[in-house]
């Protein structure tokens, strides 16, 4: 029986190695991590984290042939493959700080494999790593080898949060990197076979090390410039009177650009577009290439551009102050369907709206209040450590109450910002929210999922992202 470990039982580990049990009866997989905490939610009936179709996967291999545990080096020793799905943050303080992954936690997960291993194994690169970690980790599995055979793969995880178990069952391609060496292509072999359980042969592509490594900040990086694209789009479209939905179609149904991720937003959040672009950027910056870094920084300038933006349109309508106004917060996560908040478009907003001194009530489905109270804490890139080094009594946010209900939100409010597309904001009751809130009152839509002529007949104030502006909004225009 072949044995999987997998170091690193977060977004990514959790759902991919529950996946691969699934698929795999005749595999032994273990899930090992140094948080306790996470562990043992893992093997509770509450799982550590929210993602549709995960509890029944996990139900129904969990005991047989998956395992959590933080008895990390057992499950290493007794391991053929290896994937190391760890947090790889951005450096917040010396070289390529601000930009450059922190590797830490990576180096000291090798380390450990090295001492370790009694036997060959293959390490799989699991988490995103700037191009060439392979060859750093190689190095610091060789040198402490004790004869032993180690063969490192990069094989990024492409999968979204929120779908994530629809991507790893159908998913577009599985990308293996490997050593184009007999005994690299051996071990491409070996975990290409794991995936083809469940996966046509022809998705299942291989490459070598850099181009499997590169292959993932570039497909992210292009995906984040779409969504910067057509944000940097419905800037024009509000001062012009167009209308980005309109614009967005017309420019997807060219079927060399494709209808996708074109959904004008607040801004794109999530653990991997931002510190993905970084790291690329660092990278082009380290070989000598400050114009392909500079085209790829725009990216993020952009996305931080719609993020002030939204919040200058929030404070400029509400007569250039939001001092002391209650403001509602729909929405907290990242996106729908998750409760994932890193890198979340709305810490920005919340701390943006907080700095002119607003008082937040905060609504999400899936987020908790501690989470919250210190995402709103938090110092930027801290977010990605491991769980233990976070602030766990983080200095309350006095002007900021999270609440859990819509209606609760939004009654006595002056505004209401729409930060997360969930589905039930669809459908609330916006005639019964309007009668509770303070008059004018106000809905600052960052999704585009409200129908804003019917909040208008009803007396809101609308504000939609790329859409035609209320006379309201053309006579306060937000100065940046
Ligand atoms: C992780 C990385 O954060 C991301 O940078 C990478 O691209 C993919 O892998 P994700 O699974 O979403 O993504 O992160 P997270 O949910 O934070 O999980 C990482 C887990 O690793 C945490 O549970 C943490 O406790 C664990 N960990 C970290 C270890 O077990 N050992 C360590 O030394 C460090
Ligand atoms: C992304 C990649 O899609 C995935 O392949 C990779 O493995 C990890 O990073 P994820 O961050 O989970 O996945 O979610 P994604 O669906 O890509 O959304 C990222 C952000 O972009 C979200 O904040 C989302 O709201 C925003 N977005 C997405 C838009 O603003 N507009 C769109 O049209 C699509």
């Not at 799989?124 to 190689?138: F, L, M, W």
């Not at 990024?156 to 005994?183: C, H, M, Q, S, W």
């Not at 491409?188 to 794991?194: E, G, I, T």
Request: hydrophobic share 40%; with cysteine; aromatic share 8%.
């Amino acid at each position: 029986m072949v044995k999987i470990c997998c170091i690193g039982a977060g977004y990514v580990g959790g759902p991919t190695m529950a996946v691969i049990a699934l698929k795999c009866p005749s595999i032994e997989v273990a899930v090992v991590d140094i948080s306790i905490s996470r562990i043992t939610a893992w093997n509770s009936d509450v799982l550590p984290i929210y993602e549709p179709g995960l509890d029944d996967v996990v139900k129904q291999c969990r005991g047989k042939n998956l395992f959590f545990s933080t008895d990390v080096e057992k499950h290493v020793f007794e391991a053929d493959i290896v994937f190391v799905s760890v947090n790889t943050p951005t450096k917040t303080q010396g070289l390529g700080a601000g930009k450059a992954a922190d590797l830490t936690y990576w180096e000291s997960a090798a380390r450990m494999i090295a001492d370790v291993s009694k036997s060959d194994k293959i390490v799989v690169e699991k988490s995103t790593v700037p191009v060439k970690t392979a060859e750093a980790i190689e190095k610091i599995l060789m040198h402490n080898s004790k004869g032993i055979k180690f063969q490192i793969l990069s094989n990024p995880e492409f999968l979204a949060e929120g779908t994530a178990i629809k991507d790893l069952f159908n998913p577009d391609r599985v990308l293996i990197g490997g050593r184009e060496t007999p005994e690299g292509l051996k071990a491409v072999q070996a975990l290409k076979s794991v995936y083809a359980h469940w996966v046509p042969e022809q998705r299942i592509l291989t490459t070598n090390l850099w181009s499997a490594e590169l292959s993932k900040l570039a497909a992210n990086a292009f995906l984040a410039q779409r969504i910067s694209s057509v944000n940097a789009m419905s800037a024009l479209c509000e001062a012009t009177g167009a209308n980005i939905q309109q614009v967005a179609y017309a420019v997807g149904t060219d079927s060399r650009i494709g209808p996708k991720f074109l959904n004008a937003s607040v801004g794109f959040g999530g653990s991997c577009f931002q510190k993905d672009i970084l790291n690329l950027v660092y990278i082009c910056e380290c070989n000598g290439l400050p114009e392909v870094a500079e085209y790829w920084k725009q990216v993020i300038k952009i996305n931080d551009y719609q993020k002030s933006r939204f919040v200058n349109r929030v404070v400029a309508s509400m007569f250039n102050t939001v001092s002391n106004k209650k403001i509602a917060i729909l929405g907290f996560a990242f996106k729908k369907d998750t409760g994932d908040t890193r890198e979340t478009p709305a810490i920005d907003v919340c701390q943006g709206l907080l700095g002119d001194k607003a008082n937040l009530s905060i609504y999400d489905p899936q987020v908790t209040e501690d989470q919250i109270q210190r995402d709103l804490s938090m110092n930027k890139f801290d977010w990605d450590h491991p769980i233990h080094l976070q602030p766990t009594s983080p200095t309350t946010v006095k002007k900021v109450s999270v609440v859990w209900d819509a209606y609760e939100a939004t009654k006595d409010a002056h505004g209401i910002c729409i930060l997360t597309e969930w589905d039930e904001f669809k459908t609330l009751d916006f005639q019964k929210i309007y009668e509770n809130m303070q008059k004018p009152a106000f809905v600052f839509d960052g999704r585009n999922i409200v129908d804003a002529e019917k909040l208008r007949e009803i007396g809101f104030i609308v504000y939609s992202i790329g859409k035609p502006l209320d006379a309201w909004l053309k006579d306060m225009p937000a100065v940046a």
